[in-house]
C-alpha cells in the first residue's frame, strides 16, 4: 500500500491531470456499449486520441454472474445511491485516512446494505456486521444501552483495521474478502486443501456462503464502478496487471519526457488505470 506521502502525490497528480484535460478539452471515453470498453479505456485531448489503457480483466467465469446479480440488485443499488451517499462518503473518509482502497466500501454493501441497525441470526450486528468478540477487540464498546457496532464512523475504522491486518496477512484482496466473511481459518484451510493461494483455485474448498460472499462482492463493485479494480484481483492477477501496464507504459513513453504536461506520457512514473469511464485513477509504479 502507499504511504502518506504517496497518498498525496497521487491526489495531487489526479486533480493536476483532469485540470489539464479539461483545459484542453476534457475526456471522450468508451461507452459501455462499445466493443472496446471491456478491454480498454481510450483517452482523447483536443479530440485527438493518444492513449488507450487496458481495462482491468474481469474473470472468465463471472460474467454471466454479474450480469445476472446486476439486474437481480438494480432497484436495490439505485435506492442505495440515493439514499446511502452519506454513508459511503464516511467510509471514503476512513478508508484514505488508513490507506485501504476506496472500493473495499462495496464489501458494506453485501453486510448489511449500509443498515446501520442491520442485526444477523448469529449475532453480528451494525453496517459492517461485527460479531461482538471481534468488534471488542478492534476496540468498539458494547453495552447495554449502547453499541458502537451501529456507529457509522466508529465501525468503520474498526472494519479498516481489520481489513489492513487481513490485507498485511494475506496480501490478496480476495482472500481478505472471504476471510472478512468466514474468518481466517476456513481460508487458510482452503490454501492448505487445493495447495493454491489464487481464489480461483481454492474457492471450492471453501464454504459456499464465503465463495459466493467474494463474487458477490465483484459484482457490487462492477455496478458501482461500471468495472473493476486491483480489488476485484488476486495477487497473481494484480502482479500480472501492473506488469502489462508497465509494459504499456515503457511502451508508450520511451523518451521519458517530465516535461510535456500536455500529454498523458508526461507522467512517466506514474501508470494511469481507469476503473470505468468517468474517472481516472493512478497508482505508482514499483
Known amino acids: ?23 484542453n478539452g476534457g475526456i471522450n471515453p ?10 480498454s479505456i481510450l483517452l ?3 479530440g485527438k486520441s493518444v492513449l488507450s489503457i487496458p481495462g482491468v480483466p474481469l474473470h472468465q467465469s463471472m460474467g ?19 439514499t446511502k451517499s452519506g454513508y459511503l462518503k464516511t467510509i471514503d473518509k476512513v478508508f484514505t485516512q488508513y490507506q485501504i482502497p476506496l472500493e473495499l466500501k462495496y464489501l458494506a454493501i453485501i453486510e448489511s446494505k449500509l443498515k446501520t441497525n442491520a442485526k444477523s441470526g448469529v449475532g453480528a450486528v451494525g453496517v459492517w456486521q461485527f460479531m461482538p468478540g471481534t468488534a471488542k477487540t478492534l476496540g468498539l464498546k458494547i453495552t447495554a444501552k449502547y453499541d458502537e457496532r451501529q456507529h457509522m464512523w466508529k465501525s468503520t475504522v474498526a472494519a479498516a483495521k481489520y481489513l489492513t491486518w487481513l490485507y498485511g496477512y494475506f496480501e490478496d484482496w ?16 482452503a490454501i492448505k486443501k487445493s495447495g493454491s493461494r489464487s481464489f480461483w483455485k481454492l474457492q471450492n474448498f471453501l464454504p459456499k456462503e464465503t465463495r459466493l460472499h467474494v463474487k458477490r462482492f465483484i459484482a457490487t463493485h462492477y455496478y458501482f464502478e461500471d468495472g473493476g479494480s486491483l480489488v476485484t484481483l488476486g495477487k497473481v492477477e494484480t502482479e500480472k496487471y501492473l506488469k502489462e501496464l508497465e509494459e504499456f507504459n515503457a511502451k508508450n513513453n520511451p523518451g521519458n519526457d517530465k516535461d510535456d504536461t500536455n500529454t ?10 481507469s476503473s470505468n469511464e468517468k474517472d481516472l485513477q493512478l497508482i505508482l509504479k514499483k
Open 1 to 23: 500500500m502507499l504511504n502518506k506521502k504517496q497518498i498525496k502525490t497521487v491526489s495531487f497528480l489526479v486533480l493536476f491531470f483532469m485540470f489539464v484535460l479539461r483545459s
Open 30 to 39: 468508451l461507452t459501455p456499449n462499445d466493443p472496446a470498453y471491456n478491454d
Open 44 to 46: 482523447s485531448i483536443t
Open 64 to 82: 454471466k454472474f454479474v450480469q445476472d446479480y446486476a439486474e437481480d440488485f438494480d432497484e436495490l443499488f439505485e435506492n442505495i445511491k440515493l
Open 174 to 189: 480476495l482472500l481478505v474478502v472471504a476471510a472478512y466473511n468466514s474468518g481466517p481459518g476456513p481460508v487458510l484451510n
Open 264 to 273: 498523458i506520457p508526461a507522467f512517466s512514473q506514474w501508470i494511469g488505470v
